[in-house]
């Protein structure tokens, strides 16, 4: 089993940059990919960033060019660079890992808020 841990998360002016760590644990050799998701107050959970084990990245477009996704093995951590952050942007923000081909983890989340 892996255990993602996600911390970095904070208050924000609108235009400004923050910057989440993913820190996972347990099974790290089965790892397959790590990701990132929000979910802003009513709305459902949406994916936002996700980095592959061959370093392959993908994003959905509402952050691309914004938002950087990116790993440091020595550290089993996966980061999110936020910059030119909108009030939009306000979320709680959620890792995700993706294990053994077929099993997936989530952390418990960090808001991040971006006042206007």
């Known amino acids: 089993q892996v255990q993602p841990v996600e911390s970095g998360g904070g208050v924000v002016q609108a235009g400004g940059s923050l910057r989440l760590s993913c820190a996972a644990s347990?099974?790290?050799?089965?790892?397959?990919?790590m990701g990132w998701y929000r979910q802003a107050p009513g709305k459902q959970r949406e994916w936002v960033a996700t980095?592959?084990?061959?370093?392959?990245?993908y994003y959905a477009e509402s952050v691309k060019g914004r938002f950087t996704i990116s790993r440091d093995n020595a550290k089993n951590t996966v980061y999110l660079q936020m910059n030119s952050l909108k009030a939009e942007d306000t979320a709680v923000y959620y890792c995700?890992?993706?294990?053994?081909?077929?099993?997936?983890?989530w952390g418990q989340g960090t808001q991040v808020t971006v006042s206007s």
């Open positions: 995700n890992v993706v294990y053994s081909n077929s099993r997936s983890s």
């Open positions: 347990g099974s790290i050799f089965s790892i397959n990919a």
């Open positions: 980095i592959r084990i061959n370093s392959s990245t």
